[in-house]
């Protein structure tokens, strides 16, 4: 286990890098050209310092706090270590953020300055900038705002930096992360150096095979989860520290993110389940327009087979693959896995999964495939993961045990509680919320799950996401909403019922794979009303509703579903940033699909 360090905090990593080994690729970042080019640790420390010194020069002070409120990018990394570098603490603003969240978060925060990514959220925080009299500065990334304040800060010396740096011990507060949250109105999670510093090294050293470098094969990740996240907050944190090349991708969806992949080609990257199932989606695509889906059909059931025969051999259950399932699956890693694996850069080997549960079907097909999946579990109250596989014992369907230094208890009602160095401070000025959720240091997480003989966590869902039926049934609606939303064709899914005679569903649809589906059966293009009365369209869905239900008793499964045309979208406030469903919106936002499942 590793344990914070007494004194200092995250940004002095930056500074003992570039002591030891400055000539390391710290960093890429692309051109103008859009090519990588890499950034030495000296380079990064240079740059760190560069803009710690300009922030002083225009007035940013030791203990001050400012708003972040950009996509995923190399900027970002830079302004954070800076503002660590000084004593300041970063506040991050989703990018989709309203305007009234902005003005709640930059007030809530006492923030003195902030900086955005272009013209339009700079007319968002201009919009409340008059109910904000604390906030002085704005600086817009599309502006070149390191250029100008390099050149503000050049006459200050390194020194006076270096004694903000030392000044920072580990328990100062080090960002004020605002749950993004599926209901009321966001709250500022506190979180310290030495809380990402208890995170980030311990991942790192129980993960040493996936961060560790080999000549010729530096470990690199590919950075594109939102840096407004703790997941991804995590992420950057643990490649500085573990001395991993870091890049940057701005856009979560597959077509930015595979082309970037396939170019950067990371060791292993972190991410949603989203991600792998748009990966296995367009894998299973390409096949069928090809003419070789069932060559692909069978390769993944010889994929799900092997990797569920290791798992079997790791927990003393089986003897492994058999010698007809090692050779089968070695004609199929030339056919079929490689080329998965070359969609995401050829050189990936690891990836780890938070954010939501991914099917355990998906998970033992990239482990087939050669991608190890350690899926995890963790909040922004935990500084991201509580839980994860273990390398050598992975446990496919779960989230994993504890991360060394964490403790996991589940209370009597189905409560995961967690303890350890990671678990934050409280929520920033609001006394009643953190007296509600910390009891002597244990945090009462919110989630119901259950731990299996071995100390592997699954999660069940939320304590206010059950669904009682008018009839008095108690219905989880994750594992049913997660098995409809394994079909191809299904991009999201809800369950409903609350107060109702019965369980039902409202479906969205992937576009791709919908258009594909299209293509391959001869059927014109139609306009989303149009389609989501197609027949065949419905008798496909019916059968993912069929699959669902076999996992729960009659009581609790589907009795009828809705397909609408658009999906749930982050714009319209039906998911937060990390993709998870908003249930009150949703419900809310569809109110009259809803009711007419219940009156056909």
């Known amino acids: 286990m590793a344990t914070a360090p007494r004194v200092g905090g995250l940004a002095d990593a930056v500074y003992e890098n570039a002591e030891t080994d400055p000539g390391r690729v710290a960093l890429a970042r692309k051109d103008d050209a859009g090519n990588w080019q890499d950034v030495t640790a000296g380079q990064f420390r240079d740059e760190v310092i560069a803009l710690a010194k300009g922030l002083l020069a225009q007035g940013v002070r030791f203990g001050d706090r400012v708003g972040i409120m950009s996509r995923t990018r190399y900027e970002w990394t830079l302004f954070d270590f800076a503002l660590w570098s000084i004593g300041v603490q970063s506040v991050p603003l989703y990018p989709t953020s309203s305007a009234e969240q902005v003005f709640w978060m930059l007030h809530n925060a006492g923030a003195s300055a902030c900086l955005v990514e272009h013209e339009d959220h700079a007319m968002t925080v201009g919009s409340v900038i008059d109910r904000l009299p604390q906030l002085r500065k704005l600086w817009q990334l599309d502006a070149d705002p390191v250029a100008e304040l390099t050149a503000a800060g050049a006459h200050i010396d390194d020194e006076v930096v270096h004694r903000h740096r030392m000044a920072v011990t580990p328990d100062a507060t080090a960002t004020l992360i605002y749950t993004s949250g599926t209901t009321g109105r966001p709250k500022g999670c506190v979180i310290t150096h030495a809380n990402f510093m208890a995170e980030a090294d311990n991942i790192v050293m129980r993960y040493e095979t996936v961060f560790s470098s080999k000549p010729g094969d530096e470990a690199a990740t590919l950075l594109f989860l939102p840096l407004a996240h703790v997941f991804g907050r995590m992420v950057q944190v643990g490649a500085v520290r573990g001395r991993v090349k870091l890049a940057h991708q701005p856009e979560l969806a597959a077509r930015a993110l595979l082309p970037d992949l396939q170019s950067f080609r990371p060791t292993f990257i972190l991410a949603v389940p989203y991600i792998f199932e748009k990966v296995f989606a367009a894998a299973r695509r390409r096949a069928e327009a090809d003419g070789k889906v069932g060559p692909f059909d069978k390769a993944v059931e010889i994929a799900v087979r092997y990797a569920e025969a290791q798992e079997n051999k790791a927990f003393g259950t089986g003897s492994g693959p058999s010698?007809?399932?090692?050779?089968?699956?070695?004609?199929?890693?030339?056919?079929?896995?490689?080329?998965?694996?070359?969609?995401?850069?050829?050189?990936?080997?690891?990836?780890?999964?938070?954010?939501?549960?991914?099917?355990?079907?998906?998970?033992?097909?990239?482990?087939?495939?050669?991608?190890?999946?350690?899926?995890?579990?963790?909040?922004?109250e935990s500084t991201a993961a509580a839980t994860a596989n273990p390398p050598e014992r992975t446990r496919y369907g779960t989230v994993g045990t504890p991360v060394p230094g964490t403790t996991v208890h589940i209370a009597e009602d189905g409560e995961i509680w967690l303890y350890g160095g990671q678990i934050f401070h409280g929520y920033h000025n609001d006394p009643k919320a953190t007296d509600a959720v910390l009891h002597d240091g244990w945090f009462a997480t919110g989630d119901l799950g259950a731990l299996d003989e071995d100390g592997y966590l699954t999660i069940t869902g939320?304590?206010?996401?059950?669904?009682?039926?008018?009839?008095?049934?108690?219905?989880?609606?994750?594992?049913?909403?997660?098995?409809?939303?394994?079909?191809?064709?299904?991009?999201?899914?809800?369950?409903?019922?609350?107060?109702?005679?019965?369980?039902?569903?409202?479906?969205?649809?992937?576009?791709?794979?919908?258009?594909?589906?299209?293509?391959?059966?001869?059927?014109?293009?139609?306009?989303?009303?149009?389609?989501?009365?197609?027949?065949d369209l419905e008798t496909e869905i019916r059968r993912a509703v069929v699959a669902a239900n076999t996992l729960v008793s009659q009581a609790e499964s589907i009795r009828t579903f809705r397909i609408l045309a658009n999906q749930f979208s982050e714009e319209h406030g039906l998911l937060t940033p990390s993709l998870k469903l908003k249930r009150k919106a949703i419900e809310t936002a569809y109110s009259v699909e809803v009711d007419a499942l219940y009156k056909a």
């Open 462 to 535: 939320r304590k206010k996401e059950v669904l009682v039926t008018s009839g008095g049934k108690t219905v989880s609606p994750v594992s049913l909403e997660e098995r409809v939303r394994a079909h191809p064709l299904v991009a999201q899914c809800i369950v409903v019922g609350n107060d109702r005679p019965f369980i039902a569903a409202l479906v969205t649809l992937d576009p791709e794979a919908v258009a594909h589906w299209l293509a391959m059966r001869g059927k014109p293009e139609l306009p989303p009303t149009d389609l989501v009365r197609d027949p």
């Open 323 to 380: 010698a007809s399932l090692r050779m089968q699956h070695q004609i199929f890693d030339k056919l079929v896995y490689g080329k998965v694996r070359a969609a995401m850069g050829g050189r990936v080997r690891h990836a780890m999964s938070g954010g939501s549960a991914m099917e355990r079907r998906l998970g033992l097909f990239f482990a087939g495939a050669g991608v190890t999946i350690f899926e995890g579990y963790g909040l922004t």
